[in-house]
Each structure stands twice: as structure tokens, then as C-alpha cells.
């Protein structure tokens, strides 16, 4: 039965039109998030979807195939009779994405379908589609005439990642999306935004007068950003060797969480004034020199090693991939932003495949303490401060602060105060994608992507993409599999006098 706890209102009606519907995304990601949305009465009374894919099937076939793929992927069990509602407002539309007659049939489907459920007129249009496809599925769409709102109804065009390769594909592709839609009606969709401990960041930072003041080049050392996975390729061969990490996951996840660190309080909570210091952050990096960039960025590439045990291949060795492959499956970063804050504090990023463990966190590490005073007690050394804010594989915010032990001496022990999301109790389980499909259908831009926050991370990712791709690396791969990465990284820390956090 619907979950009925809830106190948000569901999304407005609409007609929810995936492109892709066959594809791994639908079927992992889309169709139990929806599903779970359904559950907490969070999606809209009014709802039907429309799948559009390639495959030869009709709406019984479509229904039939989602069926199964609910029973394989949904986070939560599944309610017989609540799917049966759900899936009984499914449909279908067989088509190549550069067929025009195919999108005449689909501009006949959607108003019957939405009649037929009462949707008012509204469109949400998800790509779940290669990133070739985008431009082409959004022509298609406004030659249909299914991207105009003349009628009263909403048309709203979720695209996923990556947005363009670099900057002039990223600036390509904005302009083809402004001929057909305005800036409100497009939503540019980062997963990570979607994490629980990802939006708590807004709230930690400016609803507890605790950090605040100090959150600043005063108190703060320096920043740590860490995105690690334990996996290698997984099967994605052939796309990694057109993307590499830095496209993959620095470019977008890590430069957002980057944003939501280091930006200035909004002036309310509203889409736009948040994304407004979101854009000022990315336009207050410094620009890398061809030297800098040799001097403050690491790439690397797995070699044969052992993770949890087991022996596994190199990057080289995976399906699809070069056997003399120069795509980097590590990276490391060290950015400034020159703005008044954090003028002087530096920002070091690290994402790879393969290494010792699955984690993704940030590292706040505050100013060392002066150490006359506890001298005369024999203490030699005492270890900054340190708020770590972890976002997977679980959900927590620590802080490490120093202690006095029990006893007539004194002797100092590092104390750890933490809250993790378990400690509310038992939580809904989600893919994650729940929080950004209910924010499309109300309309709510805040954790979506604005044109300008796109250019903005691509300004700085490119000059960088650029040089690696003049200048192939010569010692790949130069980490091996279950490790923390090559030792460049390492040195591009030891030679600032820090080191990486690693989890232990």
C-alpha cells in the first residue's frame, strides 16, 4: 500500500515521456525510483509514462518487459496491487531517434495519453540516451511540436550527464537547446545531487552559526574531495576510452560538490539565487598555465592487482579498451578559488577506478593549534582538526577534535563526534534519483544544472583535457589495482606538507 507519512504535496499531473526506455538507466534507476515516488504518494494522482526505444514492442510487450525489470531492481518490496495501477498508465512508441515519422506517431500518443489519464497538458521528456543523441532527440521533439507550451501545459527536458566533451561542445549544445526551450524548461541532471548527505550540505553550512564563522581561509587548512571505487570498468570499455575520469567524474560530481563547499550564503533558498554562488565559485578558479597544470594535476591508469582479495586485470585487459591505452582512470587535482574566502586555501580532488575502497567524502581540515602550550607536557605534535562529510557507501558527518585522557597527566586522544542518516531510524531505501524526478515535476531547478555552471566546470576542465591529450602519458599504467592511486599524488600532497585522508 502507498506510503501515506508523507507531508510534501505529489508532483503536478503530467506525462512522463523516457527516451531510452529500454536502456539500463530505465530500468535500474528510473522505473524504481518513479515506483518508489508512487509509494510515498509523491508522484502526481495524474501520471502516465510513455516509453519511446528502438525494440519491436507494443504497450502489453513494454508493460510486460518493466514488470520484470521492477521484480529485478526495485529498492523496496513490491505492492502487487500498486504496481498494477502503475504499470496499467505505461505505454510504448517503437522509433530510431532520427526518425521523423516515428515522432509524428509519438506527438499523436502523447495528447491521447494524456487525455486519457488527465494530465493536464504536461510533459517531462527524461534522455536517457547516449550523449550523441541529445541534440537530435531535442530537434526532433520541437519539429513535433511537442516542445510547445501554447496550451496551457509544461514541457520540462531532463538530459543527462556528460554535457558535451569540453567547453566548445558544452557551448554547442547550449546553443542548440536555447533555439527550442528556455533555461526554466531544461534540467541538467548530476545523480550526486540527488544523495541525502549531498542536499544536507546547504543545511550544515548556513542553518548552524557553529561552522559558519569559521568556514573561511582563517580557520580552514585546506579542502579534500575524494570520489574512489573499488571497481574497474565494469563492461563500459568502449565508453571509458572516450571519457577518461576527469570527464567522467571530476568535471561534474566532484566541481558541484567543489560549489556547494566553498559558495557564498544565497540570499534565499530560491533555484536562482542559489545557482547564482554556484557559478560565482567555478568563475573564481584559477585558470591553470600549461605548467601549472604539469605541476598541480596527477592522471593515472590501473594496472593487475588484487581488490578484496581477488586478483583482477588491467584497465588495458578490460573489453573494449586499447591494448596501449592512454585514458586516465585516475586524476588528481589541486585548485584555488581567489576569491575573498578562500584566497590561498587549496581544493585537492581525487577520483579513480580500482582502488582500495569504495568512498566518496569531503575533507575539511582546520588550521593546526600552536603547540607551546602543551609542550611542557611532552606533546610533540597535535593533529589538526578535521570535519569529514561522507556521502557513500555510507551517510555520516564526523568531526575529529582532540580529548583529554582520564588520569593525573596530561595525554591527548583524538575523539571522533559523529551523526550518520541511520541514526534516524530505518530509511526508505532509494536509488537516489527519487529527490530529482520529484523536483522536475514541481518544477524546482535548485539541484540541476544551469547553462552557465556547465561552461563554468568545462572552463576549467579542458585546458587540462587539452595538454594530457598533447602530451600522452608515458609510464601507464602506473598504479596497481587496490592501491590509493600512483605515488604522483601522494607527492602532490607531501609536496604542500599534507597528505590524502584514506578511510581506513
Known sequence: MPDTTTTERPGDPCTILIFG??????????????????????????????????????????????????????????????????VARTYFVRGDFDDTAAFVRLARQVPAVGARHQTGGNLLCYLASPPDTFATVIKQLGAAGLTDESGGGWVRVVVEKPFGRDLDSALALNAEIRKLLHERQVFRIDHYLGKETVQNLLVFRFANGLFEPIWNRRYIDHVQMTVAEELGVEGRGAFYEQAGVLRDIIQNHIFQLLCLIAMEPP????????????????????AMSPEGILQQTVRGQYGEGFVNGKKVAAYRSEPNVSASSKI???????????????????????????????????????????????????????????????????????IQMKAKLPGPMIRLKNV???????????????????????DCMIGDTTLFHRADIVEGAWRIATPILDLWASLPARDFPNYAAGTWGPATADELMAKDGRRWVNPE
Request: net charge positive; glycine share 4%.
Open 416 to 438: 571522533q563526534l559523529d551523526f550518520s542518516y541511520r541514526d534516524f531510524g530505518e530509511q526508505s531505501p532509494a536509488t537516489g534519483y527519487e529527490r530529482l524526478l520529484y
Open 267 to 286: 540570499s534565499s533558498l530560491n533555484a536562482e539565487a542559489v545557482r547564482n554562488e554556484k557559478v560565482k565559485v567555478l568563475e573564481s578558479i584559477r
Open 328 to 398: 586516465e582512470t585516475y586524476a588528481a587535482l589541486k585548485l584555488m578559488v581567489e576569491n575573498w574566502r578562500w584566497a590561498g586555501i587549496p581544493f585537492y580532488l581525487r577520483s579513480g577506478k580500482r582502488l582500495s575502497k569504495r568512498d566518496t567524502a569531503i575533507s575539511i581540515q582546520f588550521r593546526r593549534p600552536p603547540l607551546l602550550l602543551f609542550r611542557e607536557a611532552g606533546v610533540e605534535n597535535i593533529e589538526p582538526n578535521r570535519l569529514d562529510i561522507h556521502i557513500q557507501p555510507q551517510e555520516a558527518i564526523a
Open 21 to 86: 526506455a529500454m536502456g539500463d538507466l530505465t530500468k535500474r534507476k528510473l522505473l524504481p525510483s518513479l515506483y518508489n515516488l508512487h509509494c510515498h504518494n509523491l508522484l502526481p494522482r495524474d501520471f502516465a509514462i510513455i516509453g519511446f526505444a528502438r525494440r519491436d514492442l507494443n504497450d502489453e510487450s513494454f508493460r510486460a518487459e518493466m514488470t520484470g525489470a521492477i521484480r529485478q531492481f526495485a529498492t523496496r518490496p513490491v505492492d502487487d496491487a500498486l504496481w498494477a495501477d502503475f
